[in-house]
């Protein structure tokens, strides 16, 4: 939650450097926070104000990283490609690194969260 950007709710590539030049709203990351504060919630091992903001932050993904084409298919935008640690000088760990890797639509690291997330809000929703 510390890192979580206060205006659309979701977190960055490099999730603690938000206000550095070409750092961007990722969606994986958003969607497993989203997806792991709801599913907390719903165990009962987190209070309720992690149930909100995965509410909000799921709200700040459809708002700001999910996009609709002419034929109303829907996507999934800014799912970083792949990241890690190791070699060199690849995967320094740096943050130009992080953000230099391709970003990627609908690719299902932020696919799978995102509907995991959803399912989650969706089963809170019901308990109420």
Request: proline share 4%; hydrophobic share 30%.
């Amino acid at each position: 939650m510390k890192y979580r950007d206060p205006e659309t709710k979701l977190w960055y590539q490099v999730v603690d450097q938000g206000n550095r030049e070409g750092n961007y709203l990722e969606a994986s990351v958003s969607s497993m926070c989203a997806y792991a504060f709801a599913k907390g919630c719903n165990l009962g091992y987190l209070p309720e104000k992690f149930g909100e903001a995965a509410r909000e932050s799921f709200e700040g993904i459809l708002e700001h990283l999910v996009t609709r084409d002419e034929q109303g298919h829907l996507y999934l935008e800014h799912v970083c490609s792949v990241s890690g640690l190791g070699g060199d000088p690849y995967r320094d760990g740096s943050f130009e690194y992080y953000i230099g890797e391709p970003q990627r639509r609908n690719d299902f690291k932020g696919y799978g969260p995102f509907l995991l997330a959803a399912i989650e809000i969706e089963r809170a929703k019901a308990k109420k």
